[in-house]
C-alpha cells in the first residue's frame, strides 16, 4: 500500500495546529541548541534523530530537564545490540519525575479514577504524592531495598499507581497482573522474580458483577515463598486475612517522598511477554530508559502536556498500562477506567472519554471495529469535542476502522495508530502529530527508532513487505531478562536472524511517504506460491462480514511440500456457514487481496483462542495442526480459554 495506491490523506493537521505541537517547538529548540534541521519538518527531525543519536536523546533529556543527581560521562558508551549502555554515570529516579506536577499544581488531579458507575473520582497531586511518600517510609521499614521485586494483583485503580511509585521511588522492581489472571498465569510470571511483597486487591467488578479472587490470592501467598508482606486493598469491602497489612495502615503517613537515586540502567519494572509457548519472558526495562523514552513519546509524540487528559483502555497485565501511568511524567492527568470495556454497552468507552473530558483517547483496534459492526455513534451520543486524538493498538487499525472514526467521531479527528511492543514498552511507529494520517497506516517511524523494512537477505526495502528491524538501539529497549544470566535468551528473541540488529517479528511496508503498514506477525505469515501476506490483512477482510464475528487463519508447511492454509471462523449469533456465506468469504479473498490466499478450507469454530492480554493465538494453533501436543505447544496459563484448543488438536489427529 504505497502513496500511489492511496494519495489523499484522511486528515491533514493545519497550520495552527502544527505550529502549537510540542514537537514542532522542541525542532525550532534542538535546531538551535543541538544543530537539528529547522526546515524538512518530521522527516528531517527524524532523520537526525538516527543519525545523530546521541546528541538526539540529549536533547531529549534537556528539553525535558530530566533531573540527573549525579551527571552522565556520556549519552551511549556502547552502541552495539544487544548491551547499549545508556547515560553511563548518571543517577535518577523514574517516580521523581512522575510526581514534579505536584510541586506547581497541588490541588490539580492528577488521576482520574472510573468504575463502571462510570462517575470520575479524583487524587489530587498533592494526595498522590503524599500516598508515595506515606507507603515508600512503609516499603522501606519492611526492608525492601533497591533492587527488591514487588508484585501487584490489581485492576487499574489509583492504588496500583501509588504502589508502582512508591516502588520506584525505593528503587525497587514493579511487576504486576491483573485480577483475572488465575494463579497458575500469576505464579509463572511472579515464581520467576521471586517478590518479597504483594499488594492484591480482594476481588474486582466487571461487567456489572463481583468477582472474589480471595482464594487465588492465599494460593499466591503460599506458592511465592520469598514474601514478607502481603498488602490488602479491600475493593470488594472484606476484612484483611491473617498477617496482611491494610491499605489504609500503610498510606496514612504523612512522609516526604524520598527518592533513591539509582543508575540510569537500574531496573524499574519487569514485563512479560504473552508466553504463549513456554514460561512467559521476564522482560527487564530500566528507570532512566524508560524515563527517557516515555518522555519522547507521550511529549513529543503524544504531544501530552498540563492541560490534557489522557485515557487508554487497559488492564494491569498489559504494558500499556505502564505506558498510560507515564501520562504522569509530561503532568498530565491519567484517567484509569476499571471495569469492562463494553459494559453496559458497546459503546461504553466512549461516555467515560465524555465524562473524564479526555484529550487522548486510547483503545483497541478491536474495540472500534466492535463499535462499528455494532452501529454505535459516538459523536451523535456523547460530546467528544475535547478528544484531539483517538489511538489504537494490539492489532493493527483496518482501513474501515480509520473511515469509521472519521466519520462517527468527528471530521477533523487525528487518527492514531500505533505499533510497537511490551518488549520495549513503546512505539516502533505511530502518532506525529504534525503529519497527515492515510487510511490504513501508521504515520511515521517514532524519533530515535531506525525503523527499517528487510527482505530476507537484509537488504532495506521501500514498498515491499519485509521484516520490521531497529537498527540502533533505544534505550527502553530491555537491560535483560530475568533469569538469563548468560543473555542467550535476549539474543535468541531479537538477534539470531541478523545478529546485531533487532527483529521484532512483525511483517511491515514502509511507504515511500515514510508511513508504516503493518500485516501480522511474521512468524504466523501466510506464505503461497512464494506471495507473503500477513494475517492481519486476511481478518481485515474477511471480518467486514456482518456474519463473522471474528477469524484465524493459519498457514500450514506441510511433509510432502504441499501448503494448507485453513480459515476458522467464529460465527455472530444466528449465522450459518452455508455455501452463500462460504462463497462471499472466499470472494471477498480474492477481490479484495490476493487469488492466492483463499483458504483451501474455512472451517467453523466455537471461538478464536487469545492471550491473556487479547491477542489471538496463532502460532500455537500451527504447532497444534502440525501434530504437537497441546502441553507442549502452548502454555496453558497464558490462554483466556484452554479449552477452545482441544478443537484444533483434535482437528490435526482426524486430519488424513
Not at 545490540?81 to 553511563?88: H, L, Q, S, T, V
Not at 492528577?110 to 498522590?128: F, G, I, N, Y
Not at 492504588?159 to 521511588?169: G, P, R
Request: net charge negative.
Amino acid at each position: 500500500m504505497t502513496s500511489a495506491a492511496n494519495p489523499a490523506p484522511l486528515w491533514q493537521p493545519d497550520a495552527e495546529r502544527i505550529a502549537a505541537a510540542r514537537i514542532t517547538r522542541f525542532q525550532s529548540w534542538a535546531a538551535e541548541h543541538y544543530g537539528a534541521p529547522e526546515q524538512g519538518g518530521y522527516a528531517a527531525l527524524h532523520r537526525w534523530s538516527v543519525d545523530e543519536l546521541e546528541t538526539f536523546w540529549r536533547a531529549v533529556a534537556d528539553w525535558f530537564d530530566v533531573r540527573f543527581s549525579t551527571p552522565y560521562e556520556r549519552v551511549l558508551a556502547d552502541p552495539a545490540m544487544p548491551g547499549a549502555r545508556w547515560f553511563p554515570g548518571a543517577t535518577l529516579n523514574y517516580a521523581e519525575h512522575a510526581l514534579r506536577a505536584a510541586e506547581e499544581r497541588p490541588h490539580d488531579p492528577a488521576l482520574l479514577h472510573v468504575d463502571e458507575t462510570h462517575e470520575p473520582t479524583p487524587v489530587s497531586w498533592a494526595e498522590l504524592r503524599r500516598q508515595v511518600g506515606a507507603l515508600a517510609a512503609e516499603l522501606r521499614a519492611l526492608g525492601v531495598r533497591p533492587g527488591d521485586r514487588i508484585s501487584g494483583y490489581l485492576p487499574n485503580i489509583p492504588q496500583a499507581v501509588t504502589a508502582l511509585l512508591a516502588t520506584a521511588a525505593v528503587g525497587a522492581v514493579w511487576t504486576s497482573c491483573a485480577p483475572d489472571f488465575g494463579a497458575r498465569s500469576v505464579l509463572d510470571r511472579f515464581q520467576q522474580v521471586e517478590p518479597v511483597v504483594l499488594f492484591t486487591v480482594d476481588g474486582y467488578r466487571y461487567g456489572g458483577k463481583e468477582h472474589d479472587r480471595r482464594e487465588t490470592v492465599a494460593e499466591l501467598r503460599a506458592e511465592l515463598p520469598t514474601l514478607r508482606a502481603v498488602v490488602h486493598i479491600p475493593l470488594l469491602g472484606t476484612e484483611a486475612p491473617d498477617g496482611a497489612l491494610d491499605w489504609s495502615a500503610v498510606t496514612s503517613g504523612d512522609t516526604e517522598p524520598a527518592f533513591e537515586q539509582v543508575p540510569f540502567d537500574h531496573p524499574l519494572w519487569v514485563l512479560y511477554s504473552s508466553g504463549t509457548t513456554g514460561l512467559p519472558k521476564a522482560i527487564v526495562q530500566s528507570q532512566g530508559g524508560i524515563l527517557l523514552e516515555h518522555l519522547k513519546q507521550l511529549g513529543l509524540h503524544c504531544d501530552l502536556g498540563p492541560e490534557d487528559r489522557f485515557f487508554w483502555y487497559t488492564s494491569t497485565g498489559w504494558m500499556m498500562w505502564n505506558f498510560l501511568v507515564s501520562g504522569l511524567l509530561t503532568g498530565t492527568t491519567v484517567i484509569l477506567y476499571d471495569g469492562s470495556p463494553g459494559y453496559p454497552g458497546t459503546g461504553a468507552q466512549w461516555g467515560i472519554a465524555e465524562r473524564t473530558e479526555a484529550t487522548f483517547f486510547g483503545t483497541s483496534a478491536a474495540y472500534v471495529m466492535a463499535c462499528r459492526k455494532a452501529g454505535v455513534r459516538p459523536s451523535r451520543d456523547h460530546d467528544l469535542s475535547r478528544i484531539a486524538c483517538v489511538a489504537t493498538t494490539g492489532s493493527p487499525l483496518p482501513p474501515d476502522g480509520f473511515r469509521w472514526l472519521h466519520d462517527e467521531v468527528a471530521d477533523d479527528l487525528w487518527i492514531a495508530s500505533v505499533s510497537g511492543g511490551t518488549d520495549v514498552c513503546s512505539c516502533f511507529a505511530g502518532a506525529v502529530p504534525t503529519l497527515p494520517v492515510h487510511i490504513g497506516e501508521l504515520q511515521a517511524a517514532c524519533l530515535g527508532t531506525d525503523l527499517q523494512s528487510w527482505d530476507p537477505h537484509g537488504k532495506p526495502v521501500i514498498g515491499e513487505v519485509g521484516e520490521l528491524v531497529v537498527t540502533n538501539p533505544m534505550p527502553s529497549m530491555p537491560i535483560r531478562f530475568w533469569n538469563d544470566p548468560d543473555g542467550s535468551r535476549y539474543r535468541d528473541s531479537y538477534f539470531e536472524m541478523f545478529p546485531g540488529v533487532w527483529r521484532h517479528g512483525d511483517w511491515i511496508t514502509i511507504t515511500d511517504r515514510g508511513s508504516v503498514v503493518i500485516h501480522g506477525r511474521s512468524d504466523s505469515t501466510l506464505n503461497r506460491q512464494g506471495v507473503r501476506m500477513g494475517s492481519a490483512d486476511i481478518y481485515e477482510a474477511v471480518e467486514r462480514l456482518p456474519e463473522i464475528r471474528e477469524s484465524l487463519v493459519i498457514g500450514l508447511e506441510e511433509p510432502d511440500g504441499g501448503y494448507w492454509m485453513p480459515l476458522f471462523v467464529h460465527l455472530a449469533d444466528g449465522a450459518t456457514l452455508d455455501d452463500d456465506l462460504r462463497a462471499r468469504i472466499t470472494r471477498t479473498i480474492r477481490e479484495q487481496l490476493s487469488p492466492r490466499h483463499v483458504p483451501d478450507d474455512i472451517i467453523e469454530v466455537p471461538g478464536v483462542p487469545h492471550t491473556l492480554t487479547g491477542k489471538r493465538i496463532e502460532v500455537p494453533v500451527k504447532r497444534l495442526l502440525q501434530g504437537t501436543a497441546l502441553a507442549k505447544a502452548v502454555n496453558p496459563g497464558s490462554v483466556d480459554n484452554l479449552e477452545l484448543l482441544t478443537f484444533y488438536e483434535e482437528l490435526a489427529r482426524s486430519r488424513p
